[in-house]
């Protein structure tokens, strides 16, 4: 009786050492990029993390299937005055993250911010959209022979989903690979499983 009890005990623990080391393995996620055509200056460009790709959006306004929104060089996301989900954007210099890789995980006290009016140099002057403020800080202005040109920067944000799940981002380009202006390519790593693990 005295060695069953012992032997049970045994594979009861390496059982139990099994299943931590089971636990512990946290399979990566995968880094994909994507280009957004958001040429149209009328419209915007519906992008969902979960689905990897733009989507019909029938009413933005309400609908929480979207996370990000593309019209040129203006982005939104999925919430504040944009939409009834949980979107917001924080950008990781903050903690003096530097590179897509440096990113590994949300910082408890990044400081994210909602959709809200921002007034806007345009053609004709200046003009308000509702926008995320932070992703504004995406790109640069730059004067080249041809006219002016935009320059993405080398800043990596967090996206919160309208879920309020969390990607990483990196906007790399603004042009197609036939140099058409509002093609916007973009670097992620979204996790699906709600966690701040980012790698």
Not at 156 to 185: C, L, M, P, Q
Request: proline residues 3%; charged residues 20%.
């Amino acid at each position: 009786m005295k060695n069953s009890m012992i032997v049970f005990l045994s594979a009861a623990i390496v059982a139990l050492l099994f299943s931590c080391n089971k636990e512990e393995e946290i399979p990566a996620i995968e880094s994909k990029t994507f280009e957004i055509e958001a040429g149209n200056v009328l419209g915007w460009k519906y992008f969902s993390f979960s689905e990897d790709d733009t989507i019909s959006v029938s009413d933005p306004s309400v609908s929480t299937e979207w996370d990000l929104a593309f019209q040129r060089y203006r982005i939104k996301t999925n919430g504040g005055e944009s939409g009834k989900g949980l979107g917001s954007a924080a950008n990781t210099l903050q903690k003096g993250q530097k590179g897509f890789d440096a990113v590994k995980s949300v910082h408890e006290d990044l400081v994210f911010e909602e959709d809200a009016p921002l007034t806007i140099a345009v053609q004709q002057g200046y003009e308000t959209f509702i926008v995320n403020p932070v992703l504004y800080t995406w790109f640069t202005m730059e004067q080249a022979s041809e006219g002016t040109q935009i320059a993405p920067s080398d800043f990596v944000y967090i996206v919160k989903t309208a879920s309020g799940k969390y990607a990483k981002v990196w906007f790399r380009g603004y042009y197609s690979a036939t140099n058409v202006s509002g093609h916007i390519t973009i670097q992620y790593k979204y996790q699906p499983d709600g966690s701040g693990n980012l790698e």
